[in-house]
């Protein structure tokens, strides 16, 4: 019997067998306008029948005044977040170089005055109820957008200065991350109120081959952090399904994230972690959202590889459940299109379960 959408993620991300493994994969702008060009079709999660859908807070209806905390010359084009982080426009595609309104504080009395987001006006997540009913009933399995802790630090500080301040200014350190971890804890329980199957959170922690901090460093940090954030999801839907993302290798900390609370680890990037290796140790606890590599498959490979790929990591993560296809990352103008069909097209064709 076919399985809805939702039923099936629900299944397989509870570390059981569905009809079949879930898929999905999210596209830059260049490679929607492709999609659409190739298709006709304008959303590629109904075309390819992808099965989660999404749903966030709204945002400001209008931005703080941040001009004490950013330069005045800021060049035409820029953009600033509700963190008051400014994003000026870089030299590649999307990426873009970061101003932090942070990085002249000294005290933690200072942070006190920041003109800090509300999450907590009505309008910012009043709809997520009628949002979550409504994908629920139309049969999909519904992910709440939580957000960061570590990365929306950084952005307001800067990187450097934020380990600095882990060791120098751990007062400042402090402040800030526990204030950014009340909006992500009121976020997660709105989440959770609104009936989601699942919320997304992460930090990006990891490089290629070692992390952007000792193990020891992000237990003191991050790891208390983030267990309070998903303790206030659970305390409203105990059986809510808690993602956390980190690209690049985190492997020592993968047993803190279980001890933490986390069910689904993404994305589990090959180039850094071997999937089959990670299911073999932490499969009994974890579900498994990735896997498929976009350093190197997604854009290099043809499409027999990519076929070839998604075979293997069926057979050696999703045998026996636990795991909903995607690639790695967002996907960049240089991956091919047949590269891309050719991705959905072998996950219906090998990951039938029988």
Not at 79 to 103: C, I, N, W
Not at 137 to 155: K, L
Not at 165 to 175: G, L, V, W
Request: hydrophobic share 35%; proline share 8%; aromatic share 12%.
């Amino acid at each position: 019997m076919e399985l809805s959408p939702r039923e099936r993620c629900l299944l397989a991300l509870s570390r059981r067998k569905p009809d079949k493994v879930p898929k999905f994969a999210s596209f830059t702008p260049a490679v929607l306008e492709r999609f659409k060009r190739e298709t006709g079709h304008s959303d590629p999660a109904e075309y390819f029948k992808m099965e989660p859908r999404h749903v966030g807070f709204k945002p400001l209806k209008s931005l703080p005044d941040f001009s004490k905390y950013l330069p005045s010359d800021l060049p035409e084009g820029t953009q600033v977040d509700e963190y008051g982080v400014a994003r000026v426009p870089g030299g590649f595609y999307h990426f873009t170089k970061m101003v932090h309104p942070l990085s002249g504080l000294k005290t933690a009395k200072e942070l006190e005055e920041y003109p800090w987001p509300d999450y907590t006006a009505d309008y910012r997540h009043e709809h997520l109820e009628e949002a979550v009913r409504r994908l629920q009933e139309s049969g999909y399995y519904v992910c709440g957008q939580v957000g960061h802790i570590f990365e929306t630090a950084w952005y307001m500080r800067g990187m450097e200065r934020l380990f600095v301040d882990f060791s120098d200014n751990p007062e400042f350190a402090s402040k800030l991350l526990d204030t950014i971890t009340e909006h992500r804890a009121f976020q997660a329980r709105r989440m959770a109120e609104a009936g989601v199957d699942c919320i997304i959170l992460g930090d990006d922690v990891g490089m290629q081959n070692t992390m952007l901090m000792s193990p020891e460093t992000w237990r003191r940090w991050l790891k208390p952090r983030l267990a309070k954030v998903i303790a206030e999801a659970k305390k409203i839907k105990p059986e809510i399904h808690v993602f956390y993302h980190s690209d690049g290798w985190i492997e020592p900390i993968i047993p803190d994230l279980i001890e933490a609370g986390v069910t689904i680890l993404n994305p589990v990037q090959p180039e850094c972690m071997d999937p089959a290796e990670i299911k073999r140790k932490y499969g009994d606890r974890l579900s498994f959202w990735g896997t498929i590599g976009t350093q190197t498959t997604m854009p290099f490979g043809t499409p027999e590889e990519v076929r070839r790929v998604v075979k293997e990591r069926i057979e050696t993560v999703g045998y026996d459940g636990g795991l909903l296809l995607a690639p790695t990352h967002v996907l960049e103008p240089d991956v091919p299109w047949e590269n891309i069909v050719a991705f959905f097209e072998a996950v219906e064709e090998f990951g039938r379960y029988r």
